[in-house]
């Protein structure tokens, strides 16, 4: 599966499966490479990783490789820094799995807040 950001810009630290559901607690590498370029001195995620983050999620949850096919929302609600928002869950529910698709919705979230929201729909490639 694709993980272009496990291990490096995040690491997971705790994950529960459902039927159709996931729920992760994710721990940022607040020292990351790309802190230094997106907003030095305020760095924040960028919201092609939370997408990234999501995606990758998706793949280990249905063990398939994907390729966004529509996002129906994708909503930033609050940035998210790496020294205020360490630690984050994951939450994500699978609407409807085929051959051919998955449609979803995502979180990116705290305990206090949730930070971005996320629904469409990958195709299986």
Request: proline share 4%; no cysteine; aromatic share 10%.
């Amino acid at each position: 599966m694709s993980t272009i950001l496990t291990n490096s810009f995040y690491v997971m630290n705790a994950m529960h499966v459902g039927e159709n559901s996931v729920l992760a607690s994710i721990i940022l590498n607040a020292s990351h490479e790309v802190f230094k370029g997106h907003f030095p001195e305020h760095p924040v995620v960028p919201g092609v990783f939370q997408i990234q983050i999501i995606k990758e999620f998706l793949e280990e949850f249905t063990n398939s490789k994907l390729q966004l096919e529509t996002s129906k929302e994708i909503k930033f609600i609050q940035p998210i820094t790496p020294a205020m928002f360490e630690n984050l869950n994951v939450k994500i529910e699978i609407k409807e799995k085929t051959n051919e698709q998955i449609t979803f919705s995502a979180q990116l979230k705290n305990a206090e807040s949730v930070f971005m929201k996320f629904r469409g729909t990958y195709k299986i490639v």
